[in-house]
């Protein structure tokens, strides 16, 4: 079992930045491969970007490539989300998620492979 827990959302600006924080506890946090995903009102979740094991593999959604950056601090067991240069289309609660993989280098898009969800902070960027 892994808890994971998001802090760092707030209100910015149009053209503001936001660190996220996800904090991880229970088993060794560098067995997970790690993503972001956002829900806005009325909408379905969606993939913001993911990283894997060791930090070395990312990938991200097109709307918020060179804006965002992913990292992880596997001393630490945190996941990191910095949002750059944010629109109000950013808008959302941004949940943190967790999937275990043998393979160190594994990353994934899809939302069923992720097995453990945080509850979520909520980000609001005001135009």
């Known amino acids: 079992q892994v808890q994971l827990v998001e802090s760092g959302g707030g209100l910015v600006q149009a053209g503001g930045s936001l660190r996220l924080s996800c904090a991880a506890s229970?088993?060794?946090?560098?067995?997970?491969?790690m993503g972001w995903f956002r829900q806005a009102p009325g909408k379905e979740r969606e993939f913001v970007g993911t990283?894997?094991?060791?930090?070395?593999?990312?990938a991200y959604t097109d709307s918020v490539k060179g804006r965002f950056t992913i990292s992880r601090d596997n001393a630490k067991s945190t996941m990191y989300l910095q949002m750059n240069s944010l629109k109000p289309e950013d808008a959302a609660a941004y949940y943190c998620?967790?999937?275990?993989?043998?393979?160190?280098?594994?990353?994934?898009?899809?939302?069923?492979?992720?097995?453990?969800w945080g509850q979520g902070t909520q980000v609001t960027v005001s135009s």
């Open positions: 229970g088993r060794r946090f560098s067995n997970y491969f």
């Open positions: 990283i894997s094991r060791g930090g070395t593999q990312t």
């Open positions: 998620a967790a999937g275990a993989s043998d393979a160190y280098y594994y990353i994934t898009r899809s939302f069923n492979a992720y097995n453990y």
